[in-house]
């Protein structure tokens, strides 16, 4: 009766907030999604890698990590979570450090962001973060693409329930 089993604690079944990216829809080429999992079994965080079309790898991750996810704690000069899982998935195993932060006010939608655009010693690696409300940090990082304002605009609150599994 293997459909009885119970699910491990340590696999989360999804977020429980909703996931700001951009729609699957809006995306001319192949997506996919990871969660990172607690060690009680929430989740904490999610990120989105957007690919090209025909195998020719990762061109941005989105992810949003809530309050207290351990991927936010970062040690001086170290790169965002997002861009140490685009550069392993683009086998870019060279070392890569955070070099310069500047704030900047970007509109999305009727608001206002306060946008972190983070340099990375790897120049192909463009990297904006900023906070949602609810505490969500929302990092963004392209491979050999800048991040423009347009972008924000295509994002868009997913409901958790659209990464729930079962």
């Known amino acids: 009766m293997s459909f009885l089993r119970r699910r491990s604690a340590a696999t989360p079944t999804g977020p429980d907030f909703d996931v700001l990216a951009m ?60 861009v140490a899982q685009l550069l392993a998935a683009l086998g870019n195993d060279e070392p890569a450090e955070v070099t310069e932060i500047e704030d900047t006010p970007v509109w999305q939608g009727d608001g206002l962001l306060i946008v972190r655009r983070i340099k990375i010693s790897e120049s192909r690696v463009a990297c904006a973060q900023f906070d949602r409300s609810d505490g969500v940090q929302v990092t963004i990082a392209t491979w050999d693409r800048p991040i423009t304002d347009d972008l924000y605009q295509l ?12």
């Open 23 to 82: 729609d699957p829809g809006d995306w001319p080429g192949d997506l996919g999604a990871g969660l990172l999992p607690g060690p009680d079994g929430r989740c904490e965080g999610i990120y989105l890698r957007y690919d090209l079309f025909g195998g020719r790898g990762p061109a941005m991750l989105i992810g949003n990590l809530p309050e207290g996810s351990p991927a936010r704690e970062l040690s001086e000069g170290q790169v965002p979570f997002e």
């Open 155 to 166: 994002l868009k609150p997913l409901p958790a329930a659209m990464f729930q599994a079962g």
